[in-house]
């Protein structure tokens, strides 16, 4: 059964940086069209894709974050950690961050209904 638990998340100032991690389990991390992404929930706002990479590893990334967010994967275990490297964060990056898979890639294309979700961690920036 898949499985996917957010860690990293915590209190920054504005201009600092945090890492983000996603354990995975459970998926066949083998289907060439397994697409993961990060996605946050602003305070009182629309959840919104952050960065994502496709079965083929295609990354892209949501013009707000661009230049600032990394996202990788450390495929060292059996079970890949989803990462999300954030610098340069500004207040407008506070929000509950959560990682998410499909398999289906008209999901990823439109990065939207994907399946598999992660509970989140809050990430604030507040000086």
């Known amino acids: 059964q898949e499985h996917m638990a957010e860690s990293g998340g915590g209190v920054v100032q504005p201009g600092g940086s945090l890492r983000l991690s996603c354990a995975t389990s459970g998926f066949d991390y083998s289907h060439p069209d397994l697409c993961m992404a990060w996605y946050r929930r602003p305070p009182g706002k629309e959840r919104e894709a952050v960065a994502s990479?496709?079965?083929?590893?295609?990354?892209?990334?949501a013009d707000s974050v661009k230049g600032r967010f990394t996202i990788s994967k450390d495929n060292a275990a059996n079970s890949p950690t989803l990462i999300l490297q954030m610098n340069r964060m500004n207040t407008d990056d506070t929000g509950m961050y959560y990682c998410a898979a499909t398999y289906l890639r008209w999901q990823c294309r439109e990065l939207r209904s994907f399946g598999y979700w992660g509970r989140g961690t809050q990430v604030t920036v507040a000086s």
């Open positions: 990479i496709s079965g083929e590893g295609n990354i892209r990334y």
